[in-house]
């Protein structure tokens, strides 16, 4: 299996970095999940979602969530677009 491109925008690298440090661990091995298998990064990871035709996401804890898109013009792309509270989630 290939390796996916992962990125994550600029404000959602700052939000990242004011999370506890369970959450930022979290977090670096959802995102090398994701690397490692696309878009659906697999069993183990709590409430996985799809929210909407290319979007997704999962709570990295009870209280903290991740969201990430996939890019359709851009092959194996995928952009994490949201860390932090699942009460301030964009979904």
Known sequence: MSPWNVFLK???LRDAESLPALVKDKLTALINDLKLHGKYPGDK???YSKLGKHTHHCHLTYHYVACWKEHKDKIKFLE????GSREDASY
């Open 45 to 47: 990871w709590q409430n």
């Open 80 to 83: 994490v677009y949201y860390v």
């Open 10 to 12: 600029k404000k959602t």
